[in-house]
């Protein structure tokens, strides 16, 4: 089903107090989403608002930014006066001035600090967050000496306090929060500094390499950031330990995750630190597959974006269809550039994500006002004879795009559904200053507003949904037509059935399901070309989500002690995708289990050739060599 949200970010919000917050004009919101028939609310990361005012550079991969903490409940709570409070308020002038309200929030804060008094929910908040928390604290009275550590660890508990009590508001409305989790940590922050053994250093802890972007036609010399370069050899072998509390905690403040820089999973773009241009730098492979299926393992099933825009490789789009994450489609970038674009909306994928833009791009009006004349035709031939109905303005008929395309879920920036300019723009990478900035006005959130969007919502997910289905009975009709030719052996040999049940469960999403009947068919037995072809293309569109569901299935059938099943479902997802180590180490167990000595050796011996040097493999020589010393025993 074709689901839709918001992009505005918490600063956006309106409020009384000089920058957007956890305030009642939040809560606002999250019904203004709510009435508007929307159900995601993305936003950006909450971190630490480090150089430039930029959310994407914080100082901890775990603290939350003490700006947003609403002071109207501080002073409820009796921890603010009412004349303070009233002493910093100010009118929402369409931008946050961060120079006044790191002045005005400090002073307020500071106050509510002094006046606190530590209780039962606040010792169990610290405890619970021991492992970030305490680093944190220190960093920052460090750096700012005249703040004791513990005035840090009460703006957290505040801002976490809020986040939760907002984000359940917004759960209970039927509205999940979309985060967003930065790839790269900042050199200036607590990662870099307390665990120098995460990154490439030398003998003094200086970073070794950093990261960036090679020389384009946009960039002669490349891009080189101030990121420090992740030593993953280490995140491997500690089963990427430090990465999987960053997501568990993440995954605790949002419902859904956008994976920034999707790319660098794969492959990132290593730049000698002492660089001061791309030149001399070169692209080194990630940790791959490796790292998505440890976080399956130790988290369970979570609902990810792929941030994967800008040139990707084959190995990109393979690692993207191996996690079955969706990605994303941005409509700015299928008219600016050529008439082939991958951004058109007729090549979308269901399992996708659409924007208009994001928050590195200009508003559609924005955009549209910098088109060349051949662009902005060719935008008007497409949506001529696109099936939408054409609104009159260039902002509705790109959101209509997007509503009515083929992708799954549609993300649309609120200054889109504004119709605002240039003015409204979040941020502009690569400059310095007036970036994260723009605010919507009270005002602007009108009744008006919330029933277009809510009136462009039902009407364009009818449609796609009518779409899909016709789309979906077509294909079944013409399938079963073809098939119907061919029973003979076929049907003997189960093979049309299990073809069939296939079919019929790839069209109802049950891609485990689908990839169980498509494995248990001989393909040797598919004698005529279009059955081949069904099969083929299935194959191709199944088996990389459904590697996943298949292990999950295998290993709770070993945990039921039901070997059997286990053994079964494990295979199958071996197969599927045979570089998920952790599926081969519970196949060996459950052969153990089954006592099939034989094929665990075996199991565990592949364990060893495919995968060294992991505690996979490790485990493996060692089961390996209790078995010998169990079978001499017995002698």
């Given at each position: ?30 019904d ?18 480090g150089?430039?005012?930029?959310p ?22 009796g ?6 409070l009233?002493?910093i ?37 610290i ?11 220190e960093y920052?009275s ?45 050199l ?9 053994e995460?990154f ?12 960036g972007?090679?020389?384009?036609a ?19 072998k ?8 960053r ?9 859904i995750?956008?994976?920034?820089h ?6 990132y ?10 030149v ?34 084959d ?23 050529y ?19 994001t928050?590195?791009?200009?508003t ?27 609104t ?6 790109l ?17 889109d559904?504004?119709?605002?300019g ?12 007036g970036?994260?900035?723009w ?47 061919y ?12 073809l069939?049940?296939a ?26 070309k279009?059955?081949k ?22 290993k ?18 071996i ?5 998920n180590?952790y ?14 000595q ?15 040097g ?6 493996a020589?060692?089961?390996i ?7 001499a025993?017995?002698?």
């Amino acid at each position: 089903m074709k689901t839709s949200g918001i992009l505005l970010p918490i600063f956006s919000l309106p409020s009384d107090y000089g920058i957007g917050c956890f305030s009642k004009e939040a809560y606002k919101f999250v019904d203004f989403l709510e009435e508007a028939g929307q159900k995601y609310w993305q936003i950006l990361p909450l971190g630490t608002i480090g150089a430039g005012n930029s959310p994407y550079l914080s100082f901890s991969s775990f603290a939350g930014s003490a700006y947003y903490i609403d002071l109207e409940q501080l002073l409820e709570e009796g921890l603010l006066k009412k004349k303070e409070l009233e002493s910093i308020k100010e009118e929402n002038k369409g931008k946050v001035d961060y120079e006044k309200i790191r002045e005005d929030h400090r002073k307020l804060l500071r106050k509510a600090y002094f006046r606190f008094h530590p209780d039962e929910d606040y010792k169990k908040f610290i405890k619970d967050n021991e492992y970030w928390i305490g680093e944190y604290a220190e960093y920052m009275s460090e750096k700012k000496s005249k703040f004791p550590e513990s005035y840090f660890c009460f703006c957290q508990y505040y801002f976490h306090k809020q986040w939760l009590a907002l984000k359940k508001y917004a759960n209970d409305k039927g509205i999940q929060i979309v985060g967003d989790l930065p790839f790269y940590v900042a050199l200036d922050g607590t990662a870099f500094t307390y665990h120098k053994e995460l990154f490439k250093v030398d003998e003094e802890g200086k970073a070794t390499v950093v990261g960036g972007c090679p020389p384009d036609a946009f960039a002669e010399d490349g891009q080189v950031w101030s990121n420090p370069v992740y030593d993953w050899e280490y995140h491997k072998k500690t089963d990427y330990e430090w990465w999987m509390k960053r997501l568990r905690h993440n995954f605790m403040l949002y419902d859904i995750l956008r994976l920034d820089h999707f790319r660098g999973f794969d492959e990132y773009f290593e730049i000698p630190a002492e660089d001061e241009t791309a030149v001399n730098g070169e692209w080194v492979k990630g940790p791959g597959m490796d790292f998505f299926e440890a976080m399956k393992k130790e988290l369970g099933e979570k609902k990810v974006i792929a941030e994967n825009l800008g040139f990707l490789t084959d190995s990109v789009h393979k690692l993207l269809d191996d996690t079955g994450f969706p990605g994303m489609n941005v409509l700015e970038f299928a008219f600016g550039a050529y008439d082939d674009s991958i951004y058109l909306p007729h090549k979308y994928k269901e399992n996708s994500v659409v924007y208009t833009g994001t928050h590195d791009n200009d508003t559609v009006v924005g955009w549209y006002e910098t088109l060349s004349e051949d662009d902005k035709k060719f935008l008007e031939h497409y949506l001529k004879y696109s099936t939408i109905e054409r609104t009159g303005t260039v902002h509705l008929d790109l959101i209509s795009l997007a509503l009515e395309s083929r992708s799954d879920m549609v993300i649309i920036p609120l200054q889109d559904y504004l119709g605002l300019g240039n003015e409204a723009r979040i941020n502009t990478p690569s400059t310095v200053g007036g970036n994260w900035e723009w605010r919507v006005k009270e005002e602007q959130l009108t009744d008006e507003l919330k029933e277009l969007i809510r009136t462009l919502t039902i009407k364009y997910r009818t449609v796609a949904e009518e779409n899909a289905k016709k789309a979906a009975e077509e294909a079944q009709k013409k399938a079963e037509d073809e098939l119907d030719e061919y029973i003979g052996t076929s049907k003997k040999d189960g093979v049309y059935d299990l073809l069939l049940s296939a079919l019929q469960k790839y069209s109802d999403r049950d891609y485990t399901g689908s990839a169980d009947a498509l494995l248990d068919i001989d393909s040797k037995k598919l004698t005529t070309k279009n059955m081949k072809a069904i099969y083929k293309d299935l194959t191709a569109k199944v088996y990389p989500s459904a590697g996943t569901g298949l292990y999950s299935k295998g290993k709770n059938a070993y945990w039921a002690k039901d070997y059997k099943t286990a053994i079964s479902y494990l295979k199958k997802a071996i197969k599927v995708s045979d570089t998920n180590r952790y599926a081969y180490d519970y196949l060996a167990k459950a052969y153990e289990g089954a006592s099939d000595q034989k094929n665990a050796k075996k199991t565990y011996q592949t364990i060893i050739e495919k995968f060294p040097g992991t505690s996979q493999a490790i485990n493996a020589k060692s089961r390996i060599d209790a078995m010998g010393k169990k079978s001499a025993k017995s002698l």
